[in-house]
């Protein structure tokens, strides 16, 4: 039926129009896939601005956080700084210290010479001769260097940081007329080689001494060390000389101690002789325990080393044995042993012992 025909396509224009009008006037409701087109848009939308709020508050507290350990990090060393110099100012009012008078490369030792008479006192401790080669770590003005070539006629190297200290003590070498065995080197002393010294002196600070132990330990047995005033902690020396220098620029006492110690052979372990001899040993820089067993007797003894010498002493025995250790060979000469419960006295004589690897003599 046309009439119908013209109705139904009216009312499909209608339609079409109406839901062009429903997309402009949001007072009337959208259609279903509007709807669901809008809602998903706008939850991408919810979930881009969650994203973008949260890398914010993440950026935002990083940055803040960096800040403030910067910031911690800066006060931190400031009140380091500022406490340090106040404690060496304080030493140098109460006379312990010369605190300012630090060398300028930004190292922890400071430039203070050591007296001409301690120089002497610390060379002759050494026992220094001619035949010495004497090194001194951290070397100032080069007088121990000068001196140690001048009076012992040793050869002698300083090694100083400072490029004027190396070169006024060139130029001291050069007019005491030592220039040839009197070396300086402008080096730093961790960097320095010190395997050709037979002595080592020093003037530093108990810390720096202490860092050098495990590399002065390393030296070859003998190898004598004078340490002015510092100590190394529990590798004791085995001689002190404590002097009187009243001209002492630092310090209250007004005294010098010098130390000296001389590099022990490691002489540890088990030892082996004829007969059934064994040796035990047990060491601690130089001060050694041993066990001693020859034949059916056994000791417990106590001794030192000095150098490669070795020297054990126990409650029985009236005279000490006595040793040289070579790296895997030791020469023991045994005095007469006072006879105990278990058998006869042991005869004196030379014994030559093996170092051995194994758990006993026997194995
Ligand atoms: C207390 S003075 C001793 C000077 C000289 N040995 C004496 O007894 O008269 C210490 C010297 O060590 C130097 N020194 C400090 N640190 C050093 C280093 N890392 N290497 C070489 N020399 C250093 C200092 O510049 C200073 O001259």
């Known amino acids: 039926m046309p009439g119908l025909a013209v109705a139904s396509l009216d009312l499909e224009r209608q339609a079409d129009f109406g839901a062009q009008a429903d997309l402009c006037n949001l007072t009337r409701p959208l259609p279903r896939a509007v709807w669901i087109a809008v809602r998903i848009d706008s939850r991408i939308a919810v979930r881009i601005a969650v994203c973008v709020a949260v890398c914010v508050a993440v950026c935002v507290a990083v940055c803040v956080a960096v800040c403030v350990a910067v910031c911690v990090a800066i006060a931190v060393a400031i009140s380091i ?26 190292e922890e030792v400071p430039f203070i010479t050591t007296p001409d008479r301690v120089t002497l006192a610390m060379l002759q401790l050494a026992g220094v001769r001619s035949s010495d080669h004497v090194l001194d770590l951290g070397s100032g003005d080069g007088r121990i260097v000068i001196t140690a070539a001048r009076r012992f006629g040793a ?34 002393l961790f960097k320095t080689d010190l395997s050709a010294a037979t002595v080592i002196t020093m003037y530093l600070l108990p810390e720096v001494n ?16 004078v340490s002015h005033d510092w100590d190394m902690g529990d590798w004791l020396p085995d001689e002190t000389l404590t002097m009187a220098v009243p001209d002492k620029k630092i310090g ?112």
């Open 210 to 225: 202490l860092q050098l132990r495990p590399a002065l330990l390393q030296l070859a047995p003998g190898t004598r060390i």
């Open 155 to 188: 050869s002698a190297l300083g090694v100083e940081i400072v490029p004027e200290l190396v070169q006024r003590s060139r130029d001291a070498a050069r007019q005491a007329g030592v220039e040839g065995r009197a070396q300086f080197r402008e080096q730093d």
């Open 252 to 363: 209250r006492e007004k005294i010098s101690r010098l130390h000296r110690w001389v590099v022990p052979v490691r002489a540890e372990g088990l030892w082996c002789g004829p007969g059934g001899a064994q040796l035990r040993l047990t060491q601690r820089f130089q001060a050694v325990q041993a066990q001693w067993r020859l034949g059916p007797r056994e000791h417990m003894l106590h001794g030192v080393l000095d150098g490669r010498r070795l020297s054990l002493l126990g409650a029985t025995m009236r005279k000490p044995l006595q040793g040289r250790v070579e790296d895997t060979q030791m020469q023991l000469q045994t005095p007469a042993l006072a006879p105990s419960r278990e058998g006869a006295a042991g005869r004196p004589g030379l014994i030559r012992l093996t170092r051995s690897a194994a758990a006993s003599c026997g194995a």
């Open 81 to 106: 700084a500022i406490m340090r110099s106040l404690f060496f100012a304080w030493l140098a009012a109460l006379g312990l210290c010369p605190a300012l008078v630090f060398a300028q490369v930004g």
